[in-house]
């Protein structure tokens, strides 16, 4: 079964350095992490909604919204 991981971060800076830590450790095993925050582009993030719905994303790395 595959799983699907998403971190939430209280804020953008927070949320950049967790996405840099994970990304590092994980990057060598080829699993797909990604960053969702408020500046991120709607064309990334459609991008990222797709590897959500797809499954292909594995992790997410975000702010919370308000």
């Given at each position: 079964m595959d799983r699907q991981a998403c971190l939430m971060a209280p804020?953008?800076?927070?949320a950049q350095q967790h996405f840099n830590s994970i990304?590092?450790?994980i990057l060598p095993l080829g699993i797909p992490?990604?960053?969702l925050t408020?500046?991120?582009s709607q064309a990334k993030r459609n991008e990222i909604?797709?590897?959500l719905m797809?499954?292909?994303l594995k992790i997410l790395v975000g702010t919370m919204l308000h």
């Open positions: 804020t953008e800076i927070l990304q590092e450790l992490v990604e960053l408020g500046s991120t909604h797709s590897g797809e499954g292909n």
